[in-house]
Nanobody, 110 residues
Framework: QVQLVESGGGLVQPGGSLRLSCAAS????????MAWYRQSSFNQRELVGA????HVIDFVKDRFTISRDNAKNTLYLQMNSLKPEDATVYYC???????WGKGTRVTVSS
């Protein structure tokens, strides 16, 4: 079955950086567009970044970079200049599907 496992979350000070990873299995990763979402304060999931199977970046929030390594079946999200309002749970998603990871929590605090 499809498994998406996020990692790399944790506590970081304001202005710091984190790199999130999402390891995918059970799918032909290189055949799918992928995305990162985060839980919003309205209990909805907000799109943070999206990348096509061909590495074309469809969307990414300011201060963030999305990338993928198809050889490693892994999706990345580089987050820089983090702010307290970036603190929440981040989820990996196979775009246009209902395949989601369980999330990784990012805390931004001094």
């Amino acid at each position: 079955q499809v498994q998406l496992v996020e990692s790399g979350g944790g506590l970081v000070q304001p202005g710091g950086s984190l790199r999130l990873s999402c390891a995918a299995s059970g799918i032909a990763f290189s055949d799918y567009d992928m995305a990162w979402y985060r839980q919003s304060s309205f209990n909805q999931r907000e799109l943070v970044g999206a990348i096509t199977k061909d590495h074309v970046i469809d969307f990414v929030k300011d201060r963030f970079t999305i990338s993928r390594d198809n050889a490693k079946n892994t999706l990345y999200l580089q987050m820089n200049s983090l702010k307290p309002e970036d603190a929440t749970v981040y989820y990996c998603n196979v775009r246009y599907t209902n395949f989601w990871g369980k999330g990784t929590r990012v805390t931004v605090s001094s």
